[in-house]
């Protein structure tokens, strides 16, 4: 069974940073790519970033250049490091394998940018 696991999020202000880490089981990791998405309510999730089996990623445009996601294979962790936090990027964070031959989304870590 595939357990993904959020957790690092937070209230944090404009201009600060949050890691979040995603705890995975189940599958094989290794064999992976993962994912981050976000979903703000009322919105459509929209895919962050992604990392692949050989390192190499991809950015939504609206998080280049502040967010970086990572992964440790010994652990079975993805990391995605938030930096240069806007209000537009309050949301609830989920992690998720890619491909997704069935929806596998956790309960998400709710990240809340404000002064």
């Known amino acids: 069974q595939v357990q993904l696991v959020e957790s690092g999020g937070g209230l944090v202000q404009p201009g600060g940073s949050l890691r979040l880490s995603c705890a995975a089981s189940?599958?094989?990791?290794?064999?992976?790519?993962m994912d981050w998405w976000r979903q703000v309510p009322g919105k459509e999730r929209e895919l962050v970033a992604r990392?692949?089996?050989?390192?190499?990623?991809n950015y939504a445009d609206f998080v280049k250049g502040r967010f970086t996601i990572s992964r440790d294979n010994a652990k079975n962790t993805v990391y995605l490091q938030m930096n240069s936090l806007k209000p537009d990027d309050t949301a609830v964070y989920y992690c998720?394998?890619?491909?997704?031959?069935?929806?596998?989304w956790g309960q998400g870590t709710q990240v809340t940018v404000s002064s």
């Open positions: 998720n394998l890619f491909p997704a031959p069935q929806p596998y």
């Open positions: 189940g599958f094989a990791f290794t064999r992976s790519a």
């Open positions: 990392i692949y089996v050989g390192g190499s990623t």
